[in-house]
């Protein structure tokens, strides 16, 4: 099969076009003909030798594809050799074949293309992952997500909205944040001419937000403590702007602030399966209702995949980046 190979450590340009064979399927795993796969931030950490890849995970990048079942022992599940599906998996979506966990599994949403529907794992499953499960958003409570024209951004904005949460974003020009507002945001952001901390805090008459879902970190942090309501959580989950924070305990002691952190994709298969059989049930509505839907800013063929990354770094896109298999 053809498939997309790290040389070694580097640029864009150290992904290869190559010839592997096909993976080898483990208990529980099923072979997916690769229609269309995600391109995401841990695949540019990845290719940058930042993010070793899990212990059994295949070495080829990529998170999260859709295609057919060509292969693996359905006995027991919904699905039938033939079917369309997308899965998150721990590596090896740059590939014309990929091995994925049954359990990772969902039906493509009625309505939507295969490029549509390999869009949204690796999102989606992070989103109610960290927003709902850890951060517990709830009830008429209020979600601040930075970066809201990002991938992650775009899904979490139109989830939460559409489950009734006043959401606020930030975005990095006027342009990205009116497409946030175009999403559901009540308000975005421009937090290179605006202060984020002190927007949140007028729009919420000085209480702030309940949950903010992070994924900057640096010294971010401290400035979203103080735009956290009373017993507000931060659900952080990833690093952009830095490891390493001072933040005043204080106030999370005598406002009962929680700081959570979270990686997806280390996490065992029972894990996620809990959470694809979440958004089956909560989120898969929303989509085949049109109320939630698929933001892919461009796709690439799989061979052009270093461009896919230059843009993923250039910070350029609202939305998915896209690699087209078939």
């Known amino acids: 099969m053809r498939a997309i190979d790290i040389r070694q450590p580097g640029p864009p340009e150290v992904l290869t076009l190559c010839e592997r064979p096909l993976p080898e399927l483990k208990a529980g795993e099923i072979l997916i003909k690769v229609h269309a796969a995600g391109v995401n931030r841990p695949d540019v950490l990845q290719r940058l030798g930042h993010y070793p890849v899990p212990p059994g995970a295949s070495p ?7 295609g057919e079942i060509v292969a693996g022992d359905l ?7 033939g079917d369309m599906v997308c899965a998150l998996v721990q ?3 740059y590939a014309e074949y990929c091995a994925a966990p049954l359990q990772q599994c969902l039906p493509l949403p009625a309505g939507l293309s295969a ?9 989606f499953f992070t989103v109610w992952s960290n927003v709902f499960d850890r951060a517990h958003l709830s009830g008429a409570e ?3 997500v930075q970066g809201g024209s990002s991938g992650i951004g775009v899904a979490a904005i139109q989830i939460a909205s559409a489950l009734g949460h006043r959401v606020f974003a930030t975005a990095g020009d006027d342009d990205k944040c009116r497409a946030c507002e175009a999403l559901g945001a009540v308000r975005a952001i421009n937090y290179r001419s605006e202060d984020f901390g002190a927007v949140v805090k007028e729009l ?3 209480k702030g937000v309940d949950v903010i879902l992070d994924m900057v970190g640096g010294d971010y942090l401290a400035r979203e403590i103080d735009c956290l309501a009373d017993d507000g ?3 952080l989950i990833a690093l952009l702007g830095g490891a390493k ?3 005043d305990l204080g106030q999370v002691l005598r406002r009962r602030l929680s700081i959570s952190g979270s990686t997806l994709r280390p996490r065992p298969v029972a894990f996620k399966a809990a959470i694809a059989w979440r958004l089956r049930e909560k989120v898969w509505p929303l989509i085949e209702a049109g109320t939630v839907r698929p933001v892919i800013y461009r796709s690439f063929p799989l061979e052009q995949a270093a461009a896919a990354h230059a843009l993923m770094e250039s910070s350029a896109h609202v939305g998915k980046i896209m690699l087209q298999v078939i």
């Open 91 to 93: 590596g090896g979506g």
């Open 60 to 66: 080829l990048p990529g998170l999260e594809v859709a």
């Open 115 to 123: 490029l549509e529907a390999a869009s949204l794992p690796e999102t």
């Open 245 to 247: 924070a001072t933040v």
């Open 233 to 235: 959580r931060i659900a």
């Open 75 to 81: 006995a027991g599940s919904q699905f039938r050799l």
């Open 204 to 206: 919420t008459g000085g």
């Open 142 to 144: 209020t979600l601040l």
